[in-house]
């Protein structure tokens, strides 16, 4: 991992956190990841972006965590928020339990295999875990049927098909898969 340091954003790098979304969302794998186009999160004014930082920015419902390295240069990303029970998740269906929710995974393909997205997942999960209100029990994530790839992460980590399949909301033809991990 060449010494990156895994740490929370920090409300006023809103440049760096733009940077690194438009990267990923640069990514091949992007359309199957993510739910937005690398020209719909260009076009967002930058208040977007510094509200986005700040809400993550040791957040007490959503926290990202970034991988930086030694030059200062940010390698990959995690999100997580919590989803309280009674909610209306993205999909407009009602969560039932309190539960972490990991979104927006990306490390630079140079990076990947490197120890990085594994520092990532340990942090967002370790806060996670350490929440004492709620006191949560399951985290959750989807993966794209053809992501093959992070889903072979996600098992590795730990995380299981819960046996829901929902259609990709931006492509109904297509499937995620909900994988969840509970409490160590």
């Given at each position: 991992?060449?010494?990156?340091?895994?740490?929370?954003?920090?409300?006023?790098?809103?440049?760096?956190?733009?940077?690194?979304?438009?990267?990923?969302?640069?990514?091949?794998?992007?359309?199957?990841?993510?739910?937005?186009?690398?020209?719909?999160?260009?076009?967002?004014?930058?208040?977007?972006?510094?509200?986005?930082?700040?809400?993550?920015?040791?957040?007490?419902?959503?926290?990202?965590?970034?991988?930086?390295?030694?030059?200062?240069?940010?390698?990959?990303?995690?999100?997580?928020?919590?989803?309280?029970?009674?909610?209306?998740?993205?999909?407009?269906?009602?969560?039932?339990?309190?539960?972490?929710?990991?979104?927006?995974?990306?490390?630079?393909?140079?990076?990947?295999?490197?120890?990085?997205?594994?520092?990532?997942?340990?942090?967002?999960?370790?806060?996670?875990?350490?929440?004492?209100?709620?006191?949560?029990?399951?985290?959750?994530?989807?993966?794209?049927?053809?992501?093959e790839?992070a889903?072979?992460?996600?098992?590795?980590?730990?995380?299981?098909?819960?046996?829901?399949?929902?259609?990709?909301?931006?492509?109904?033809?297509?499937?995620?898969?909900?994988?969840?991990?509970g409490?160590?």
């Amino acid at each position: 991992m060449e010494q990156h340091v895994i740490r929370s954003v920090r409300a006023d790098e809103w440049q760096k956190v733009k940077e690194l979304r438009l990267a990923a969302l640069s990514d091949p794998a992007a359309p199957m990841a993510f739910l937005e186009s690398v020209e719909e999160a260009a076009a967002k004014p930058d208040a977007f972006w510094q509200d986005r930082a700040a809400g993550a920015a040791e957040g007490v419902h959503v926290r990202q965590f970034v991988a930086e390295a030694p030059d200062g240069r940010w390698d990959g990303s995690v999100t997580v928020f919590i989803e309280a029970e009674g909610d209306r998740d993205f999909l407009e269906q009602v969560v039932e339990a309190d539960q972490g929710h990991v979104v927006g995974v990306f490390v630079r393909p140079e990076q990947r295999g490197s120890g990085l997205t594994d520092a990532l997942f340990a942090a967002a999960l370790e806060w996670v875990w350490a929440r004492e209100e709620p006191v949560l029990d399951r985290v959750r994530l989807f993966v794209h049927e053809r992501n093959e790839r992070a889903g072979g992460f996600y098992r590795r980590f730990g995380f299981r098909a819960s046996g829901l399949v929902i259609p990709k909301p931006d492509d109904p033809t297509a499937k995620e898969h909900e994988y969840v991990i509970g409490r160590p």
